[in-house]
């Protein structure tokens, strides 16, 4: 049987940057559009050029992808042409082959919020589509709160619909924007917009969660006809959210009727990197992933109580869904060492090790895991800390240097111009071959500004490192997170630092003590020693 193809809409960087706390820098937003890419969504919506700097800078770089990048935007504003439509002209600009605009479908929103006639609205929606469509360019409209909208003037709001479905939109994206409407009414208006002579192959649908339904919601769409679902990694979103694809997807793939009946973009490998993208997200973010996340959180696959954790060891089935291997998850029986050593035994391979099944290591290296994850480390995202880690566990880690000892200071005082400024300055001793160095550094920027206490120690560290300073050269620190986690009985810091090279490797490492500037430098250290390894760098016996 021919699976008909399901278009997925992400709009993480723009409908999910409107969540409270979160705003992207530009290089997240790269990140994150690469990690969709992979995932092997349709469209990215990259946000809306011209309405902030960070979005019009990232609309300027655009990443090339797979994907159709799309700008998002509004709808020509009532007394101006859409041509002359200043607003409007900057998401044209953006030069991205596919545009999303969002119009008014609710009477009460055209006359409260827009304060024009239901006509003016409807031509308004009509001439930027049409103009969007007159340039070869592919238009969606996103129709806002379509229904509420239908449930108080069905004709208003189907007219609306179809103004920018008979204008040339590819897309028509019924929005549920206050997230109020449950799943059995999101079903049965859609199925009215088709009756009314949209093809359920040109309807999208937008939900939020704010009855914890947009996936349901989204699902009942797709029953009902429509064949492009917008949402969001993780369900970032306005208020509660969005539809979240991280859910959606799975169930998309793995669950009937939609395994059978649809085809999406995502491949079976690219599920795997699921769990993967979901925490990447929380890492971003700096947030703690949601441990009860569906399919992704760490407690998907936990298995607790005796019962299940007896059945589990005979037949996983028992009490599981689905394989969590399936979305890169991996399955947790506290008490069993054998939990998790194909996960492990994958991880591994991607770091370049590989590890036959029963090796002792491979138990050794999950319980040391466990133990330093319940210190408050994490190696979800510190892949390259991960690495070490195994490495030593399977003897393949060489002593490049040993670090004797560190000193940090940082001194507010008084300039010349008596303003109070910070210095910090860092004296690190390492021996390598045998030998002591002791550097010395401040961390002043080309302004004289200081950069704080841990690039001092980086500064400190670089500075003499022997026959080894070469291969560290072109390293750099391009973000530094802390958080504060409960491990064990007491509150400890986590420091989680991503570094470059000029080659464009990046990699992360993680760092934990109850002291701050001791989590730096533990982070830091794995980040030099995961370089060396890099350089092919060889320890002296
Ligand atoms: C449902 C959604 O989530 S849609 C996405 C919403 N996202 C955002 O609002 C974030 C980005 N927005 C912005 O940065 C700004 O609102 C901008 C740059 C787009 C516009 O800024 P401003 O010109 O200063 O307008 P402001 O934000 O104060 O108000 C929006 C204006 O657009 C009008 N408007 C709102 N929706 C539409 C629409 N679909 N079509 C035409 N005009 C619209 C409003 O009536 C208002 O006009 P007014 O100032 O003449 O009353
Ligand atoms: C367009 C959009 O984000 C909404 O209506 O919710």
Redo the contacts with the bound molecule.
């Keep these: 049987m021919t699976r008909e193809k399901l278009y997925l809409y992400d709009t993480t960087l723009?409908?999910g940057q409107?969540t409270q706390g979160v705003q992207f820098s530009t290089e997240e937003k790269q990140q994150i559009a690469q990690t969709l890419d992979a995932l092997g969504v349709d469209y990215i919506e990259g946000g809306?050029p011209?309405?902030?700097p960070t979005d019009s800078a990232f609309f300027d770089a655009a990443p090339k992808t797979r994907a159709r990048f799309t700008a998002?935007?509004?709808?020509?504003?009532?007394g101006r042409s859409a041509e002359n439509d200043d607003?409007l002209a900057a998401v044209m600009n953006a030069g991205t082959d596919s545009m999303c605009?969002?119009?008014?479908t609710h009477d009460f929103h055209v006359t409260t919020?827009?304060?024009i006639t239901l006509a003016e609205n409807t031509e308004?929606i009509r001439a930027s589509i049409a103009y969007i469509a007159a340039q070869g360019r592919e238009a969606l409209f996103?129709a806002?709160h379509f229904f509420d909208g239908y449930k108080a003037n069905p004709e208003y709001a189907t007219e609306a619909v179809l103004a920018a479905y008979s204008a040339g939109a590819r897309w028509v994206v019924l929005?549920d924007?206050n997230g109020g409407t449950l799943p059995e009414e999101i079903g049965a208006i859609t199925r009215a917009v088709i009756d009314a002579g949209i093809p359920g192959d040109r309807l999208g649908i937008h939900t939020h969660n704010d009855t914890a339904n947009a996936v349901a919601g989204s699902l009942a769409a797709v029953d009902a006809g429509a064949r492009q679902i917008q949402g969001t990694l993780n369900g970032l979103g306005?208020r509660c959210g969005n539809a979240n694809l991280i859910t959606l997807i799975p169930i998309l793939m793995l669950k009937s009727p939609y395994a059978e009946r649809f085809e999406i973009g995502v491949s079976k490998d690219a599920l795997r990197g699921l769990t993967a993208a979901s925490r990447q997200l929380d890492d971003i973010l700096n947030r703690v992933p949601t441990k009860q996340a569906p399919f992704v959180g760490a407690s998907a696959f936990a298995h607790k109580a005796g019962l299940h954790a007896s059945a589990i060891l005979k037949d996983p089935s028992t009490y599981e869904h689905i394989d969590p291997d399936l979305v890169g998850n991996a399955r947790v029986i506290p008490m069993s060492n054998q939990a998790g050593q194909s996960n492990l035994r994958r991880r591994l391979s991607e770091a370049g090790l590989s590890v036959e099944a029963g090796n002792l290591a491979l138990v050794r290296i999950l319980d040391r895991i466990k133990e330093r994850e319940a210190e408050g480390y994490t190696y979800d995202s510190a892949q390259a800390s991960f690495e070490l880690l195994a490495r030593e566990e399977l003897g393949q880690m060489p002593a490049f240097f040993e670090v004797k000892r560190y000193k940090v200071t940082v001194e507010r005082r008084k300039n010349k111009r008596n303003q109070m400024v910070s210095l910090s300055e860092a004296i690190v001793v390492v021996k390598v071959d045998g030998e002591k160095k002791l550097s010395v550094s401040e961390s002043i920027d080309a302004e004289g500004r200081d950069r704080g206490p841990v690039n001092a120690l980086w500064t400190a560290l670089a500075k003499d490192l022997g026959r080894y300073g070469d291969a560290v050269a072109d390293m750099r620190l391009v973000d530094f997170k802390v958080r504060i986690t409960g491990g064990g009985t007491e509150a400890v810091t986590r420091v989680i630092i991503d570094s470059e090279d000029a080659q464009g490797r990046r990699w992360s490492t993680v760092g934990v003590s109850a002291n701050l500037v001791d989590a730096s430098f533990d982070a830091l250290l794995d980040a030099v020693n995961w370089k060396l390894l890099r350089e092919g760098a060889v320890a002296r016996a």
């Design positions: 723009r409908d409107q809306w011209g309405a902030n998002f935007g509004m709808t020509k504003r009532a607003v605009l969002v119009g008014k919020a827009l304060g308004n996103d806002e929005c924007t306005e």
